[in-house]
Nanobody, 115 residues
Framework: QVQVVESGGGLVQPGGSLRLSCAAS????????MGWYRQAPGKEREFVAR???????NYADSVKGRFTISRDSAKNTAYLQMTSLKPEDTAVYYC?????????WGQGTQVTVSS
């Protein structure tokens, strides 16, 4: 069984920063990428960023230049550094572990950007 756990969410003022973490653990798995998605109230879940085992990254246009995804492969952990946060970044942020078998989601962490 594989577990994916996000942490680091919270309340931040516009223009502020937050760092999210995503830790994968459990049964042996072979992951090729980890990604972040988000879901705002009343909206569908959307892609935010992804990083592969080789370090290749891609981002949604809405976060390019503000968010940075990174990964510690030895710890099966991914990070999302978020800067210059805007109220429209408010959402539940989910981590997705992509393997050569199943994909796994975390339970999500709330990010609220408000003054």
């Amino acid at each position: 069984q594989v577990q994916v756990v996000e942490s680091g969410g919270g309340l931040v003022q516009p223009g502020g920063s937050l760092r999210l973490s995503c830790a994968a653990s459990g049964s042996r798995f072979s992951a090729y990428a980890m990604g972040w998605y988000r879901q705002a109230p009343g909206k569908e879940r959307e892609f935010v960023a992804r990083i592969t085992n080789s370090g290749s990254t891609n981002y949604a246009d809405s976060v390019k230049g503000r968010f940075t995804i990174s990964r510690d492969s030895a710890k099966n952990t991914a990070y999302l550094q978020m800067t210059s946060l805007k109220p429209e970044d408010t959402a539940v942020y989910y981590c997705k572990l992509l393997t050569f078998g199943d994909n796994y989601w975390g339970q999500g962490t709330q990010v609220t950007v408000s003054s």
